[in-house]
């Protein structure tokens, strides 16, 4: 029984520190099954050549493969960079696009944020309109 499995990509950005030197990113193919396949770089519709490396297919335990090509650039504004598979298993190239508009750690800082904010806020009108019902059951009399 020879069957092929599907492969999963995901798109990382690795930054190093200072910002001279370019950022890498770095497209992890996981999963797949049989060993071929071919990881490539699109970006702006071009084939990029320059600049990048590629892991060998490795073996997972369960008997699927994995890949990681690397790509190093220096961020320009307007760009389109894509990580392009294929393989047996797909009928035609899986393309998946970088976004760089924010890495998923930092949404999450937002997220969870935000989160914090609006529980505190919901949390103070609470406590102010509990004070009004309390206040408004009293009879204020005033000292002569």
Known sequence: MCTSVKPHVVLSST???GGKHPATLVCSVYDFYPKHIRVKWIRDGQQVTSDVTST????????YYQIHSHLEYTPRSGEKISCMVEHASLKE?????WDPSMP????????????GLILGLVLSLAGFIYYKR???????VPSS
């Not at 309390?134 to 204020?140: D, F, H, N, V």
Request: charged share 30%; aromatic share 2%; no cysteine.
């Open 15 to 17: 930054e190093p520190s």
């Open 56 to 63: 060998d297919e490795q073996a997972d335990s369960d008997w």
């Open 93 to 97: 190239p899986l393309i998946t696009h």
């Open 104 to 115: 998923e750690s930092e949404r999450n800082k937002i997220a969870i944020g935000a989160s």
């Open 134 to 140: 309390k206040a408004q059951g009293r009879i204020l």
